[in-house]
């Protein structure tokens, strides 16, 4: 970015407009910067009648200068208030022209498939959406377009704060609680990271950001002052240890239950939980979430430090931990002392080797991914494994199959002990979508159930396949190489929603739609060994006639998308440039490496660092 940035207070003030408070250097104020307007149809009303109307309205007035984000921190309100920047364009609504109109009929199928309809409606006015309850594809193309389109407005939560390269010339923080109720907010890391979203290299003098507050409700000073605490950068987050935060938490508790600092020690290390409760709170499942960060810690320094040939295997412990964030900033920590923060980790040390067995498995355990509590049980359970996969593989491998071996595999990941696992959704409704998840059904319909899409996306599409492929890595470690394999393709079931490894591998390929593409494996199964997008694209047009006679017209139009791209990436030339030579400036630039950016018909070379 080398733009420079310009701060401002944004206020919904009490005759309904708009002022924009400039900081810096100079001062200077905008006062009613957006025009009311009558909406159609409307006999009395005035546009906007609230803060957030106002908001919306300065939103799409900045946006004739580049795109403007408008950052909510709740996702459940993105849409309400990008229908509010719709509302704003009055009688004179223009859809925007975009131009990969291949790409926006993508995006418009996928969200189609979503039950994403009102996203897709908004997008046509140049009003793009994004939070993290989408699902994978519809916001894998809001992303792309964000990239290739110059959108009008994006508003968005936090999910754009990181790893997603987008022009802003404007970032308005209209809402920056998570809950109004107890208060709590961003903080200043994700503030400063969406922020610095602002301004475009080459294309913006400044990128502005701005703040907005409502100079009519009680809590006007607190906003303010909360606005100019975000805009101090020297309030940016420190970094704090996040071990010291468990070990803190875990004496915390011990405390609750009137059990002194010596007592804990021996109870951590004897791995028994039992006295840490009270009358009213059985904290055993707090402690042994602690626990499974902490634990994963210790096992895997264990590992690197050779200490199973120590006499004392929790001897490292001391000179290792006197360096760490933990240690330094128990110091100055009224409710712990340092040398606690050592003999809590030595007496845990003790559970841990003891938990993890014979030195011969720490590897295996380290390399699972997953707490050591949980990887420990896998080992306990590769007989019950072996069989789950042998009654698969002499099944049809239908998708009732597919379902029962997914039913089996659950039931074996809920046995583990790990709260990372588990979750709190009814049982009826997780049945009801891992019916319809594993049969390719669309998640317009499987929203229809009861938290239908977050099931998909946190339960099958996370949760589960992060379970199975710990599984897998114990498989090959005890050279149950087919088995492994087989609970891989499970995993990637998971993961995408569908019933056999031939649909997975059209998905994979480019047909980036579980319905079109459960539907088109039923037709080129039997030729998808190993699947290019060169060789699926000749196996459709070689079953042309198939596919044309059997399946869907959503199929139809997903495979002209496809065919469309591959023959667009097939007659592309790469631009050739001719040999050149850096002299006088190569001298100046550090990095070995130059970008190429390109502004409008220009090309330019740049360092990373844009010096």
């Given amino acids: 970015r080398l733009a420079n940035q310009r701060f401002g207070i944004l206020k919904w003030t009490r005759s309904k407009n708009i002022d924009i408070e400039w900081l810096g250097d100079p001062r200077s104020f905008t006062q009613s910067f957006i025009e009311p307007f009558r909406p159609p149809r409307a006999r009395t009303r005035v546009f906007p009648q609230d803060k957030n109307e106002g908001f919306a309205s300065t939103a799409l007035k900045l946006s004739k200068l580049g795109t403007v984000l408008l950052f909510i921190a709740q996702a459940r309100w993105i849409v309400t208030n990008a229908k509010k920047v719709l509302a704003s364009m009055g009688a004179n609504k223009q859809k925007v022209v975009w131009k990969n109109q291949n790409l926006f009929k993508t995006f418009y199928l996928a969200c189609d498939e979503a039950g994403e309809n009102e996203i897709f409606e908004l997008a046509e006015y140049g009003i793009l959406c994004h939070h993290g309850k989408l699902s994978t594809e519809v916001r894998n193309l809001l992303e792309k377009i964000m990239r290739e389109e110059k959108p009008r407005v994006i508003v968005s939560t936090a999910t754009l704060g990181q790893g997603v390269n987008i022009g802003i010339s404007t970032v308005i923080f209209a809402d920056v609680f998570m809950n109004h109720q107890n208060e709590s907010k961003i903080d200043s890391k994700d503030f400063w990271n969406i922020a610095g979203r602002t301004g475009r290299a080459f294309v913006d003098i400044e990128g502005k950001i701005l703040y907005a507050v409502d100079e009519n409700h009680w809590s006007y000073n607190r906003d303010i002052q909360l606005c100019r605490d975000y805009f101090d950068i020297s309030n940016m987050d420190k970094a704090t240890s996040g071990l010291l935060f468990l070990i803190k938490k875990i004496k915390n508790i011990a405390t609750q239950c009137n059990i002194d600092f010596d007592l804990l020690l021996q109870l951590i290390s004897e791995n028994d939980f039992s006295r840490l409760t009270t009358t009213s709170t059985n904290y055993s499942e707090d402690i042994l979430e602690a626990f499974d960060w902490i634990d994963d810690i210790l096992l895997a320094l264990d590992y690197k430090k050779v200490a199973f040939f120590d006499a004392d295997s929790s001897a490292w412990i001391d000179d290792y931990f006197r360096n ?36 011969s498995h720490w590897e295996s355990i380290v390399k699972s991914g997953i707490p050591l509590s949980s990887s420990v049980l896998i080992e306990e359970h590769v007989e019950e494994i072996k069989e789950i996969v042998q009654i698969y593989n002499q099944s049809e491998k239908n998708i009732s199959d597919t379902i029962e071996i997914i039913k089996r595999v659950e039931n074996l990941i809920q046995q583990m002990p790990s709260t990372s696992f588990k979750h709190n959704f009814e049982k009826t409704d997780v049945d009801l979508v891992r019916e319809k998840w594993f049969s390719g059904v669309s998640l317009s319909d499987i929203k229809q159930i009861n938290n239908g899409q977050k099931i998909c996306v946190e339960y099958f599409g996370m949760t589960i396949p992060w379970a199975i492929n710990a599984i897998v890595r114990k498989l090959y470690d005890l050279s149950l190489d087919d088995e492994a394999e087989v609970l891989e393709n499970i995993a990637l079931f998971s993961e995408i929603g569908l019933p056999n490894i031939f649909a997975v591998k059209i998905y994979l390929s480019g047909i980036r739609s579980r319905v079109a593409s459960l539907d088109l494996s039923k037709i080129i199964n039997n030729d998808l060994v190993d699947v290019s997008k060169r060789k699926l694209f000749n196996l459709i047009i070689s079953n042309q006639a198939k596919i044309g006679k059997y399946c869907l017209p959503v199929t139809s139009e997903w495979i002209t998308i496809f065919e469309t791209e591959q023959n667009h990436s097939n007659g592309t030339d790469i631009p050739k440039v001719s040999n050149f030579t850096l002299k006088k400036i190569s001298e100046t630039i550090e990095s070995n490496v130059l970008n190429i950016r390109k502004n409008e018909q220009s090309v330019y070379l740049c360092s990373p660092d844009f010096k």
Wanted: charged share 20%; proline share 0%; glycine share 2%.
């Fill in 324 to 359: 760490s964030l933990a240690y330094i900033q128990a110091q100055n920590d009224s409710n712990i002392i340092q040398e606690e923060v050592i003999q809590f980790l030595k007496a845990r040390n003790k559970a841990v080797i003891r938990i993890a067995g014979h030195s």
